[in-house]
């Protein structure tokens, strides 16, 4: 199966809005996995994001903020 460029963007930041929500259901106590990786340490990994919980979710949440106004213009 063949992907364009622009379905590959919107697949990127479908996932970057999955794991800032999953983020968020963690930041509040919860854990998505009981074996898996939790999403904080994915975003780290993946985004090469440094800080707490609440820091990572602000900076990942400007990256996906940024990333949509430049897919509208």
């Known amino acids: ?39 904080y340490a994915r975003i780290k990994d993946e985004y090469g994001l440094k800080g707490n919980k609440q820091s990572v979710y602000e900076q990942l949440a400007e990256i996906i903020a940024t990333a949509e106004a430049n897919r509208d213009e």
């Open 1 to 39: 199966m063949d992907y364009s460029f622009q379905q590959m963007d919107e697949m990127l930041l479908m996932k970057a809005h999955t794991l800032l929500m999953g983020l968020k259901v963690e930041m509040m106590g919860a854990r998505l996995t009981n074996k898996g990786r939790t999403c």
